[in-house]
């Protein structure tokens, strides 16, 4: 499982442990987790094939008026190849799941 940036910021200011993976996305966008003691996942990082799923998918996104930003795409993107699913607090990620294989899970 990926959690996403909403999820990662909750658990660091509740000073929890954090076994779960997160993408390079989370880590620029809060550094303090790549110095947490408690974060004991993985950062997937960006690769060539995420960055063409992201486009594929902003495509269909535009076509049905819900464009999305490229954090969020490229988050997707990364959960998808990977065939992890998503954890995170943003519906955004229920509009992208509806027009791809994102597995996500709301909380």
């Known amino acids: 499982m990926i959690i996403d940036t909403n999820i990662v910021i909750e658990r660091f200011k509740a000073k929890e442990e954090i076994h779960e993976?997160?993408?390079?996305?989370t880590a620029m966008?809060?550094?303090p987790i790549l110095s947490y003691a408690k974060f004991y996942g993985t950062v997937y990082t960006i690769?060539?094939?995420?960055?063409?799923?992201?486009i594929k998918i902003q495509r269909?996104?535009?076509i049905i008026g819900k464009p999305k930003?490229?954090?969020d795409l490229l988050i997707a993107s990364i959960c998808?190849?990977?065939?992890?699913?998503?954890?995170?607090?943003?519906?955004d990620f229920l509009?992208?799941?509806?027009v791809?294989?994102?597995?996500?899970?709301i909380v």
């Not at 993976?21 to 996305?25: A, C, K, L, S, W």
């Not at 791809?100 to 899970?105: A, E, N, Q, T």
């Open 95 to 98: 509009d992208i799941a509806r």
């Open 69 to 71: 930003s490229v954090p």
């Open 47 to 54: 690769r060539p094939e995420d960055q063409v799923l992201a």
């Open 21 to 25: 993976n997160i993408t390079i996305i």
């Open 80 to 91: 998808i190849n990977r065939n992890e699913e998503l954890l995170t607090k943003d519906k």
């Open 29 to 31: 966008e809060f550094p």
């Open 60 to 62: 269909k996104l535009r």
């Open 100 to 105: 791809s294989k994102l597995k996500v899970k």
